[in-house]
Structure formats: structure tokens, C-alpha cells
């Protein structure tokens, strides 16, 4: 790559700041609240449609089954 991405400017997104910083200010409340209660942060997979276009990555078949 030669120069800086055109989509990306501080200038264009500098309106998205302040909401940022306050989102990442509460999460660190809720974080902060559990993690003193003894309580461990896990990341939940998420199942797709599709795994993409990646050649590295295989499909495995999924049922979703309801509450009933």
C-alpha cells in the first residue's frame, strides 16, 4: 500500500469519538462490577450462515432447536 486508507480520517469519524469513550467507559463499569464479584469473562462463539471464502476454514453442520 502506498498512502494512508482514503475511508479513514480522525477528521470524518472525530463526531464518533465522544460516544466511543463513553461505550468503552460502561463496558468497563459492567467488566469491572463482575470481575469483583468473582465472575470470568468468556467469549461466546457465534455460529454463520456460511464460514466464508477461506480455504482454511471447514463448515460443520448445526441444528438449531427451539425452547419447545
Known sequence: MTGASPWW?????????????LRNRIAAAFRDWFARRDFV???AAALQISPGNEAHLSAFATEAIGPD
Open 41 to 43: 469473562e468468556v467469549e
Open 9 to 21: 480520517t480522525p477528521d470524518v469519524h472525530a463526531d464518533r469519538r465522544p460516544r466511543l469513550i
